[in-house]
């Protein structure tokens, strides 16, 4: 699942470079006089992608925001934070990850278009996001199970500090 973490945060990383593409045609087409219809709504549409597909490679390379001191303060029980954390955790993400495939679904059954002049069909955009939430819950079951079954979750830890 590794791998498939690291291609998801791969692709956010193309995602951004394509929203700094995006910014620069904007810009050219202005200073050329020419209207492309739809980049700014491209560009929302990468940035959400982003955002989304890195999910699962940020949790598992420590990028997410943790409360360390009071893991710190707990001690040998910082175990049963940490599980209790991960357990309400899994719930959340397999929660949105349901939901948001059921979103993609629908607007793909309703046929729901932007409403932008490039009338881009929304499933499009939209299966990014669902992708992203499924591998992030995958993400976050893994190191709760793997924190269950061993007693450590497989977060690196962070390198920086506040």
């Not at 925001?65 to 009071?70: H, K, L, N």
């Amino acid at each position: 699942m590794d791998a498939l973490y690291l291609a998801a945060g791969f692709a956010a990383a193309a995602c951004v470079a394509l929203i700094l593409l995006t910014t620069l045609v904007q810009i050219g087409a202005r200073a050329a006089g020419v209207t492309v219809l739809g980049l700014t709504s491209y560009a929302g549409y990468l940035m959400a992608a982003s955002t989304f597909l890195g999910l699962a490679h940020a949790l598992n390379s420590g990028s997410h925001i943790r409360i360390e001191t009071i893991g710190k303060l707990l001690g040998k029980n910082r175990y049963w934070l940490d599980l209790f954390a991960f357990a309400v955790a899994s719930a959340v993400a397999v929660w949105f990850a349901w939901y948001s495939c059921s979103m993609v679904y629908w607007t793909y059954v309703l046929n729901d278009i932007s409403s932008e002049l490039d009338a881009t069909p929304l499933w499009i955009p939209q299966s990014t996001m669902a992708i992203g939430t499924v591998l992030f819950a995958i993400a976050i079951l893994d190191n709760f199970l793997t924190l269950l079954l061993t007693g450590h979750h497989r977060i690196q830890a962070s390198t920086e500090t506040l």
